[in-house]
């Protein structure tokens, strides 16, 4: 039977990067301890009282069809959080919850692009951004960044694409480099946005995760407001990635648009996941810190163990839960690193290829693991570089 190209053709074909990773968990399957410094997943669990909130509200009978937008009760906690912390007038009608941040990445793009239109992405990307894109039968455009530069994107190369774009989806904390975009990067990236009329969609996934400098959201800007789409999610903030809660905040006519979208594909996010991320959001910042509180640790951690040699380098780690470590003074790519540190240690970690082309040369260490052994595995990396340099 003849499948759709839409989705044969969803990751561009060949190889997406996950290779090693792959094999980090074929090595798992077969008995052998690796310690996988791979994906942005928490060492901690859902906190107790949050699952607690999520069985008493299943018990108490939200288990059947919840409202499409979502509750009322979730979206006025989004709407009140998001207004707390940009200033940006922000009710119910602008908030849409969606299935975790990658269905909301997926329907902000619908929302943005007709299939044909182009969609500009920065590279380093989360690995999904080029497949989202596809899917919506959008054209992915990336646009380079520089190691050179903290990998913040440069005016000359978003505008020698944008206008004929559509849209442009931008993530800052940045997945996979660590950066958060300065004011001056996120100005520029306005300013292009309202002179090309492009459509903003702004990955803001970590905005609870920043160590230095300030995360801004590009909505608070002037005039972009009406031309940006907010992507959330409880994933990383409130350690909750299989309950699969997330949002778009937006202009309301789109919204409006985007709930019709729910309502034919997804029919919305179970009543009790909405319960418990409501209770979970109202636990606040001091929650939200304790649960970024580890990552911040072990950054401090990481730059203790990089100051102390000079062949790894490590690209500003301003935010988010991963370190992007240069590997080029051994003279490898990040792909051949990641693969020799695999099965010379049994340390995974993945390759900057992963991310795009931007990235090639480095590494990305998810700071996913306990203190102690997060720092043990970090020290025998780098020396595993400085024999590879000599
Ligand atoms: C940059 C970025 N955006 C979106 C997501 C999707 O998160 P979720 O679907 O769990 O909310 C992730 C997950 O790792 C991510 O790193």
Same mark, same amino acid.
């Given at each position: ?69 979502? !509750? ?55 690995? !999904? ?24 994107? $440069? ?11 559509? =849209? ?13 975009? =300065?004011?001056? !990067? ?8 309202? =002179? ?22 590009? $909505? ?137 082309? =931007?990235?090639?040369?480095?590494? $990305? ?26």
């Amino acid at each position: 039977m003849h499948q759709s190209t839409r989705i044969t053709g969803l990751t561009g074909g060949g190889s997406d990067g996950w290779d090693v990773f792959l094999k980090a968990r074929r090595m798992i399957a077969d008995g052998i301890a690796v310690t996988e410094l791979t994906i942005g997943e928490h060492d901690i669990r859902t906190a107790a009282p949050i699952l607690q909130k999520m069985h008493a509200a299943a018990m108490s009978g939200h288990t059947g069809y919840a409202a499409v937008p979502g !509750t009322d009760t979730l979206r006025d906690t989004v709407a009140a959080r998001v207004q707390a912390r940009t200033g940006v007038p922000t009710t119910r009608n602008n908030v849409v919850i969606t299935p975790g941040g990658q269905a909301a990445l997926f329907a902000a793009h619908m929302a943005a692009c007709d299939p044909g239109d182009t969609a500009l992405y920065i590279d380093p990307y989360y690995a !999904t951004y080029p497949g989202t894109l596809r899917g919506v039968g959008a054209i992915p455009q990336a646009i380079k960044t520089h190691a050179a530069e903290a990998f913040q994107p $440069r005016a000359e190369e978003l505008r020698a694409h944008s206008r004929n774009a559509s =849209s442009l989806l931008i993530n800052t904390p940045n997945n996979p480099t660590g950066v958060v975009y =300065s004011d001056a !990067t996120l100005a520029m990236i306005a300013e292009t946005c309202r =002179s090309d009329d492009l459509w903003l969609i702004s990955d803001e996934v970590y905005d609870t995760q920043v160590w230095e400098g300030r995360h801004l959201s590009p $909505r608070a800007l002037p005039g972009m407001a009406e031309r940006t789409l907010v992507v959330g999610s409880m994933s990383k903030s409130h350690a909750m990635t299989g309950s699969r809660c997330g949002w778009i905040v937006g202009p309301e006519a789109v919204i409006a648009n985007l709930i019709t979208l729910a309502t034919h594909t997804t029919y919305g996010v179970p009543g009790f996941i909405q319960d418990a991320s409501d209770f979970a959001l109202k636990q606040g910042a001091a929650f939200e810190a304790e649960i970024a509180a580890p990552f911040q640790r072990r950054r401090a951690l990481a730059k203790q163990v990089i100051a102390r040699q000079n062949t790894v380098g490590l690209v500003p780690a301003q935010g988010a839960m991963y370190l992007m470590l240069d590997i080029r003074a051994t003279g490898m790519t990040g792909e051949a690193f990641a693969y020799d540190l695999l099965e010379t240690h049994h340390i995974a970690v993945m390759p900057g290829e992963s991310f795009g082309t =931007s990235a090639a040369g480095h590494i $990305r260490v998810a700071m996913t693991i306990e203190d102690r052994a997060f720092e043990q595995a970090l020290s025998k990396l780098c020396t595993h570089a400085e024999k590879r340099a000599a």
